[in-house]
């Protein structure tokens, strides 16, 4: 069988010793120029491909943000009629850094890019894309339309689009100029591996043993008790019903977002007085946080409520303010109080009107709750509602059978299905055989839900009414039997008021 040498022509050597050089040249030195030579040209090689891959890393997120600016731009076409296409631009370009998730690239590997001393953030060539775009429709003079702009952004798109064919063509280009040869770098370990046994020497865990003194409880329904205590006694009857329940020891930012004492001196600070907030934000950064936007909003919305309205204008003013800082990525803050107080700038008009519409907003908001308590407060019909299960007819008790498992009546059979099919917290308050435990569970579930399982419990047949009988001859029977007596005298009272109200006529 012929053996294949062609592998070792692509072996890359520096230093053959038969190699022909010219006699007034030094062969030592002839190698060692060759080596230097062949070494940097690989290095220069493989630097260069790492700094294509990083850029086309880079142009990748650019060009989602650019894709995202268009297609948002495209979503306003139908609003062009009506409002400036400046202003349109401005605003769709708040609206896709804001949206555009991380600000900053990826750090570059090392070798790449060392001339620059930081990497521009993608907000920052955002907003270098959208000067363009307007330099460029005021230098052509253009008719400044809605289309024009659409145009110069598509343009934009097609040179990123462009560089990043470019790029590829010459990173597939180096990368085969680099497999041609092989170098000490290709040469890997295939399969090396080694597992040496250990004894776990772990020592025993101690036992210890407690006494306990339970006190036993003799009762009417010891099935009842005994099936309670099946499942874990520590847990509530209720705990597992499909009802989402807050855990103490769980984080409740959401549940209570308020403004910090620094959220609220910032509030205080006057709208149109971006100096102060500057300061501000500069000796407290923060301020910057994502919590104390939202603590701002609910200030406004307090004091909405509280017919503070220039107080409620100022609060959504600094929480807009704080938000707009943080979505223009790292240097957010100084990019926005530039273009603010920037005499005549678009994005004064974007950010004054986004002001405007949040505060209107909130204002309704407020006056539609404030509408709602006066109506609840003059219906007396404030609170939650909730369906509980109580017995209508006086010295009638509402029962809890539960259907056994191991039935063989059809019946029992269908009711044990309904019964699996209900939530486990549900299921523990049943098996409690206490009324109050179901009622429990029922609260907690919103009236739809709550009104299907009584409907599946009377279609099980697991809840029913009884006489209540009262033992007269105890201290708590004959307690029970004067409530009894007294509902029904009062009942009987009721009735004879509605029949002389409601008499037939003599005549």
Known sequence: MPVDYSKWDALELSDDSDIEVHPNVDKRSFIRAKQN?????????????????????????????????????????????????????????????????????????????TQEKEQPTYSKMMAALVDQVQAKIKENKLDGSFDAYATEVKSHLTKVQDLQKQLLEELNKLEKEEGK???????????????????????????????????????????????????DPAQSSGADADVDEPSPLEDDDEAEVEASELGKQFALIKMGDYRACLQFISEHPQVMAERETDGLLVMAFNAAIGHMDDFSRQCVHQALLLQYCRALGRDGVGLFF????????????????????????????????EKQRAQEEADGSGGVEQIQLHAVDPGTTINIKIPPKTSEDPVEIEARKLFDAFPPGLQKALE????????????????????????????????????????????????????????????????????????????
């Not at 062949?38 to 491909?49: A, D, W």
């Not at 920037?342 to 539609?368: L, M, N, P």
Request: no cysteine; proline share 4%; glycine share 6%.
């Open 432 to 507: 409690s055989g206490s009324l109050d435990e179901v009622n429990k569970v029922l609260g907690k579930m919103s009236v739809e839900e709550a009104e299907e399982v009584v409907g599946q419990l009377g279609e099980g047949g697991m809840l029913s009414l009884e006489e209540q009988i009262i033992d007269a001859t105890t201290e708590e029977g004959q307690k029970a039997l004067k409530e009894f007596e007294e509902q029904e005298r009062a009942a009987a009272a009721e009735n004879a008021k509605l029949s002389e109200k409601y008499a037939d006529d003599p005549e």
């Open 338 to 369: 530039k273009r603010i107080t920037t005499q005549g700038h678009q994005a004064q008009k974007v950010f004054f009107d986004d002001v405007q519409s949040t505060y209107q907003r909130i204002k309704s908001r407020a006056k539609e709750i």
């Open 181 to 231: 040869k092989i170098t000490s770098e290709s040469i890997h370990t295939g399969f090396d591996s080694s597992f040496v046994a250990k004894s776990d020497h772990k020592p025993a865990p101690k036992t210890t043993t407690k006494k306990e003194t339970v006190q036993a409880v003799e009762v009417l329904n010891p099935h009842a008790l005994a099936s309670q205590h099946e499942h």
């Open 37 to 113: 030579q062949i070494h940097q040209q690989r290095f220069e090689r493989k630097n260069q491909i790492e700094t294509y891959k990083y850029e086309r890393i880079v142009n990748d997120g650019l060009l989602r943000r650019i894709s995202g600016l268009l297609s948002t731009l495209e979503s306003h076409k139908a609003e062009a009629e009506t409002r400036k296409p400046e202003e349109i631009f401005m605003q769709t370009f708040m609206e896709t850094v804001r949206d555009a998730g991380e600000d900053s690239p990826p750090p570059p590997p090392a070798g790449v890019h």
